[in-house]
C-alpha cells in the first residue's frame, strides 16, 4: 500500500510513525508533501520516509492520500492538488470540521473518507471515528480501518453527522481532560503538596478511574457513589462542584465546540 500525506503536521507524524511501527507500509511507500522545510528535513531523517515541498509531487503513485493540513489552508491545498489525483486513489480527511461534500466539490473527486482522531494517537492510545462515501471500494475501507488502528481505537459510523459531535466531545476532549487535571495538580499544591507529588498522585488516580470504569462496565454514577460516604470529605467536594454549575459547564463547553465544528464545515 502506497500512501501520501499532505501535510507533515503533529496528526500527520503520528498516524506515520504507526503505519511503520505497524508494517502496513515501509518508509518507501510512503510520501509527504510538507511546505517548511525544517519539519521535511525532521521527518524525512527520523522515519526515512521521502518528503517533498510540493503536494503534487507527494501525490504521486500512492493508494491513499490523507490529507492533514489546517481547515484554513484547505482552499489553497485543494486548488494545488486538483486534478492531481486519478480515481483510483482514496482521499482520507483528518481535518476537524470539513465535511466530505466540501471535498468531493473542492477537490473533483468521489472518493473520500473523513476521520476525526485525537491526540493520544501520538502514544498509539487514540480514539478516531470515521465514515466513508459510498464511492471508495471496499479494499480501501478495509485499508483505511487498518491504518486508523495503528495508532489506537476506531469507530466507523454510517452517519456523517456523528463525525461533528464527536469532534467536539472526543477529538477536542483530551483538552478537556488536561484542563482538570492541571487544575486538581495545583489543588494539591494550593494544600500544601509539592507539585511533583501532586502531579504523581493525580496522574495515577485519572489513568486508575478510568481503566475502573472501562473495566468493571459500571456506570460512573455508580462508580461515584461507591467513593460517596455520607457527610464525607467527598459529599462535600461534590456539593461545591454542583454548586459551581460543573456538569453544566461541561455540557455547555461540548455543545459549544459541536457548534463550532459546524460552522468551520460553512453552510450546509
Sequence with gaps: MRISFIGGGVMAEAMLAGILDAGVASPSDVSIGEPVE???TYLAQKYGAPTHAGNSEALKDSDIVILAVKPQSLPEVMADIRGGLDGKQTVVSIMAGIRMETLVEGLGHAAIIRVIPNTPAQIRAGMSVWTASKTVPEAMVA???????????ELYVADEKLIDMATALMSSGPAYVFLFIEALIDAGVYLGVSRDMSREMVLQMVSGSTRLVAETGRHPAELKDMVTSPGGTTAEALLTFDRGGFRGVVIDAVAAAYEKSLALGGPS
Excluded: K
Excluded at 485499508?143 to 481505537?153: K, M
Design 38 to 40: 525544517d519539519r521535511r
Design 143 to 153: 485499508a483505511s480501518r487498518e491504518i486508523l488502528s495503528t495508532v489506537g481505537e
